[in-house]
């Protein structure tokens, strides 16, 4: 998460998007790394398109934790993250009723816009890291077109099979 909350600010609404899929992908890549070493068959069972159970709970607080960076809804107290979170509230919202230490947004439709549109693209960051062959430094194409067809993000449900990967970040 530093490479979103102490990576360079966030000035432009564009820069928004490209730190929170950066920060998300390589996030996801080293708890995969992990994960991988301590389940010996979880690679193999990647590469059919299925993320193991255990990894994709996983995913889903890592996608919870980058949406309450997001809404400012973090309940961190670490300084960095406040930060963060109100510079998005500033680039996003109304900028004639964004004060210096007031609530920078008293509607969260701006950022609830901007959330249903650019989520599912952070969660295809997440899936595009757990394709990536650190052997060969590039991507594989077929485990990502695999898991990209088999975890879209709005077809993706908890073990529970009803609760949504939406659902459960918010």
Request: charged share 25%.
């Amino acid at each position: 998460v530093s490479g979103l909350t102490q990576g360079g600010e966030i000035t432009k609404p564009e820069h928004i998007l490209t730190k929170f899929i950066n920060c998300a992908a390589i996030e996801t890549h080293f708890a995969w790394e992990r994960y991988k070493n301590h389940n010996a068959n979880a690679d193999s069972e990647l590469k059919t398109g299925k993320i193991p159970e255990g990894f994709k709970k996983q995913m889903y607080y890592t996608f919870g934790d980058f949406r309450d960076i997001f809404f400012g809804t973090d309940i961190s107290s670490c300084p960095y993250i406040k930060n963060t979170s109100n510079a998005i509230k500033s680039i996003l919202g109304d900028k004639t009723a964004t004060k210096e230490g007031e609530k920078h947004i008293d509607d969260n439709k701006k950022l609830q816009e901007w959330w249903t549109i650019h989520g599912p693209k952070i969660w295809e960051g997440m899936l595009c890291a757990l394709s990536y062959d650190t052997t060969k430094n590039n991507i594989n194409g077929q485990t990502r077109q695999k898991l990209r067809e088999t975890n879209d993000h709005s077809n993706m449900k908890f073990s529970d099979n009803t609760t949504t990967l939406e659902d459960f970040a918010s």
